[in-house]
């Protein structure tokens, strides 16, 4: 049952309890005669909103692990504590992990040392294979330019052997003509060995060429051979032990304050996470909805926190997320500790809020529907008519008590409680009659105490 037929149901109870009293005691002509309540009208906000409950927490909730399986050396934080991203949260003890990289390190060193000097043996190596081959190529080329050189000189000889040979003939001169033609023949014969020493020197050359270079290319794949030859193994090693020094010191992730922390100085932890940080810089609630109001509950609509520590001071937000999908179970972010499921809605904290904290236990009213400044009267002081119109009476005085006026209204916004009417006749400080179940135009009333908005009292 709904707070307006709650309300309803304890008016007509209390009427009929009252009624049965008068007949008893002053008879049926009285029930006119009982008190009616009023209601001061006046221009107000009205509005529909839901109450839900939540905690305080931060908006951005992260859980600090660790994979380090050794004991805290130094804390720096505890419950409570705000950090900023990069701040050392506690360091864990690495002398295991130092010193067994140390001695691991002294080894690497030592087979650096004597991969550095095979390194230089090599390379001098290669240097020298490169300036043998330099210098044996030129002693190649000298002998082909004197094998050149000499053939040069022995076919000028020839040319001149064979030019005398020519000129003694033609002279009829015999005998110097066959002196002649046997140097000539002597010095063909030498140009022809010439030829030969010629070749035998250039293959020398390009045997020596071939020599050297096989040289240095068997200096060069001792050197590229090098890389092959190192043990990657020891630095892997390295490598791992330095990522476990590391990890040791622990840093903050971001801002915020410490909300939980399950290790303590000289402890191995024993959890997942070895503390929680949450920023606690822009607060947020979140809230179970029912499945009544969720279709009502959407993003961007106000929202009212109070909580019982900072007594009646009201905290604006509003709502940032819907979650309308039915859950299974939900995870409280500070504990840890799961609940039944349902539909649930996020509730950010407008920022320059001071005096909310993490883990208050909030009230907060979602607002889903707000008009200001307008006249509103409770629920049951509007009358339906046969016609389908609306109409309100006012008690007014006259010189013996008060009288029912009846006035039409258009009914606007309705509320947990109050329903906005609008009426040209009405205004401020009319006394609006609240049980009008048995009201006409024109009857005398008796007014009794004045009505009070549950509102006022409620919800907040």
């Known amino acids: 049952m709904n707070k307006k037929a709650l309300l309803r149901t304890a008016a007509v109870l209390s009427i009929s309890a009252t009624l049965l009293y008068s007949t008893v005691s002053c008879g049926v002509s009285d029930l006119m005669n009982m008190p009616n309540t009023t209601y001061t009208l006046e221009h107000t906000d009205v509005e529909n909103f839901i109450s839900v409950t939540g905690k305080v927490e931060g908006s951005n909730v992260v859980k600090v692990t660790s994979e380090v399986a050794t004991k805290v050396k130094t804390l720096n934080v505890g419950i409570g504590s705000n950090v900023k991203e990069g701040d050392v949260l506690c360091v864990f003890d690495s002398s295991s992990f130092q010193e067994e990289y140390d001695k691991l390190k002294e080894s690497s060193d030592m087979a650096n040392e004597k991969s550095d000097s095979m390194h230089t043996k090599n390379a001098k190596a290669l240097e020298s294979?490169?300036?043998?081959?330099?210098?044996?190529?030129?002693?190649?080329?000298?002998v082909i330019d004197n094998a050149v050189s000499a053939k040069d000189r022995t076919q000028t000889k020839c040319d001149e052997a064979y030019d005398a040979m020519n000129e003694a003939y033609d002279a009829g001169n015999y005998e110097l003509y066959a002196t002649k033609k046997a140097e000539y023949d002597q010095y063909s014969e030498a140009v022809i060995q010439s030829d030969s020493a010629i070749q035998d020197a250039k293959d020398a050359y390009a045997a020596t060429e071939k020599r050297c270079n096989e040289a240095i290319t068997a200096a060069q794949e001792m050197i590229d051979n090098e890389k092959y030859d190192k043990d990657t193994t020891i630095q892997n090693q390295l490598d791992k032990l330095q990522e476990s020094i590391d990890k040791c010191t622990v840093k903050a992730p971001t801002d915020g304050i410490i909300t939980a922390l399950?290790?303590?100085?000289?402890?191995?932890?024993?959890?997942?996470?070895?503390?929680?940080?949450?920023?606690?810089s822009k607060l947020r609630i979140n809230v179970s909805i029912n499945e009544a109001d969720i279709l009502n509950v959407a993003e961007g609509q106000k929202a009212v926190i109070t909580t019982s520590a900072t007594g009646e001071e009201k905290f604006s937000g509003k709502v940032s997320r819907v979650?309308?999908?039915?859950?299974?179970?939900?995870?409280?972010?500070?504990?840890?500790?799961?609940?039944?499921?349902?539909?649930?809605?996020?509730?950010?904290?407008?920022?320059?809020?001071?005096?909310?904290?993490?883990?208050?236990?909030?009230?907060?009213?979602?607002?889903?529907?707000?008009?200001?400044?307008?006249?509103a009267?409770?629920?049951?002081?509007?009358?339906?008519?046969?016609?389908?119109?609306?109409?309100v009476f006012v008690a007014e005085k006259n010189d013996k008590g008060y009288k029912a006026k009846e006035f039409k209204v258009q009914k606007g916004?309705?509320?947990n409680y109050l329903t906005e009417i609008s009426s040209s006749e009405l205004k401020d400080g009319d006394l609006i009659l609240t049980d009008v179940s048995a009201i006409s135009d024109g009857d005398d009333v008796t007014?009794?105490?004045?009505?009070?908005?549950?509102?006022?009292?409620?919800?907040?």
């Open 262 to 280: 399950s290790v303590a100085e000289g402890s191995v932890p024993t959890a997942e996470a070895i503390m929680t940080i949450e920023d606690n």
């Open 377 to 391: 009267v409770p629920y049951d002081s509007i009358k339906e008519n046969d016609d389908g119109t609306f109409s």
């Open 129 to 142: 294979a490169k300036s043998d081959k330099t210098e044996q190529l030129k002693q190649a080329q000298r």
């Open 323 to 375: 979650v309308n999908i039915m859950s299974g179970q939900k995870e409280n972010a500070l504990t840890g500790e799961t609940s039944g499921g349902g539909y649930s809605a996020e509730i950010t904290i407008d920022e320059g809020t001071t005096n909310l904290l993490i883990g208050m236990s909030a009230k907060v009213k979602i607002i889903m529907d707000q008009k200001d400044d307008v006249l």
């Open 447 to 460: 007014v009794a105490e004045g009505y009070v908005d549950p509102d006022t009292t409620e919800g907040d």
């Open 413 to 415: 916004m309705e509320t």
